[in-house]
């Protein structure tokens, strides 16, 4: 695939201006309609490039209506808020004691070695946490 986008012809992209702090505020978008095996539905792919990365990112959706440069912006919002959770997570490891808990693995202790959840938007596949024995 990444053969393929890299053989498309500059008129393949369109280069869009997107309102959003940082560099990277005119990326370029190329899309089109495709099918998934085993999904009935046309979905959307969105690749983007110009964002300061390797390789384009690919957005898959089925919002056909929406334009390509406003799901990206929402897309690049997300991304931001989950690379500051991700440094901030990776700062308090799973065996981390904070005040108040000298010995105590925190996440263990509030019951999510027990947790076991059906999420609606994985098609009901349940949600289950791992942790390395005491």
Known sequence: MLEALAALPD?????H??????????PQIHEEIVSLKGIDAPLRQIVVRNIGRDEP???ITND???PAKDL?????????IENELDADISGLHL??????????P????AGFPELDVAVPWWGGRRLRFGFPPR
């Open 17 to 26: 201006s997107v309102k959003r702090s940082g560099r990277y505020r005119r």
């Open 64 to 66: 056909l209506t929406t």
């Open 11 to 15: 008129s393949g992209w369109t280069t």
């Open 106 to 109: 925190v996440l263990i202790d």
């Open 72 to 80: 990206f912006a929402r897309y690049a919002e997300r991304m931001i």
């Open 57 to 59: 990112t690919l957005l």
């Open 95 to 104: 065996t981390r004691c904070p005040p108040g808990f000298p010995s105590t």
